[in-house]
C-alpha cells in the first residue's frame, strides 16, 4: 500500500439510508471527524444527488456507488455527466472489458477515479453458481481485478479477504477499497464475505467501507471514531 492518504480519508461512511433528512442528521452527528462518504442507490433515489453536491460543497469527499452496467455508449455517457457532477470515485460492474472500457472513455480526463464492482460481499459461491459462473469468489474477484487494471481503472471494490491476493497481483499503485467491514464478533448483517478493519488495511486495501456499524451505533461519531483507530493501529504496524 504506496498510496499517500490521510488517515480519515481511509474511513468512508455509507449513507445507506432511505432519506436525505437522515442522512444529513448524521453527517451532522459526525462533523469533522469524519471526510468521506458514500452515496448509493436507496439514497440517490431520495435526492441522493443534490446532497452529494451539498457534501462536495462543505469539504466532503464523496464516492457515488452507482454500479453502472449497460451498454458501452451509455456508460460513456453516464460516466462523463458524473466527471462534470465533480464526485471523488464512481462505481462500475467490472464484468467485461468494453463495459470497462466505456468508462474510461467517458472519465475522460477528469481527477474521478473509477473503481470496478468485482464480487458483492454478500455473494456466496452457491450464488455466484446460479449466475453460471464456475469460479470461486475469490477467483473471480482477482480476473475481474486484472481485467480493471489493464483497462485503465484506478482501483476495485472487494471484500477484505481478497485484498491481499489483488495487491499481490495489480501492484501498489491501484486502489483496494473494502465493504463489508465488521469489528471483532458484531453481526455480519446480510454479508457473506466479512473481515476486521485491521485485517483489510494490513492485508492491502486502502479505504473501508462502514455502514450499518456506524450509522446505526447508539453513538455513531464513537463508532466512527473507533474505526479510525482501528485503521491507525493497522497503519501502524504495515
Known sequence: MSHDIALRERLIVALDMPTVEEAARLVAQLGD???????????????????????????????????????GNTVERAVANAADFGVDFLTVHGHDLKTLHAAVVGRANSPLKL?????????????????GSSMSPSDLVLHRARMAREAGFDGVIASGQEAHKIRAAVGPNFLIVTPGIRLEGSAMDDQ????????????????????????????????ALAFLQHIRDAMSLN
Open 115 to 131: 473503481l470496478a464492482v468485482t464480487v458483492l460481499t454478500n455473494l456466496s459461491s452457491d450464488d455466484l453458481k446460479q449466475q
Open 192 to 223: 457473506e464475505r466479512v473481515m476486521t478493519p485491521e485485517h483489510a488495511i494490513r492485508s492491502g486495501a486502502d479505504h473501508i467501507v462502514v455502514g450499518r456499524p456506524i450509522t446505526q451505533a447508539d453513538d455513531p461519531r464513537a463508532a
Open 33 to 71: 471527524g469524519v471526510t468521506f462518504y458514500k452515496v448509493g442507490l436507496e439514497l440517490l433515489f431520495a435526492g441522493g444527488l443534490d446532497f452529494a453536491q451539498h457534501l462536495k460543497s462543505h469539504g466532503k469527499r464523496v464516492f457515488l456507488d452507482m454500479k453502472l452496467l449497460d451498454i
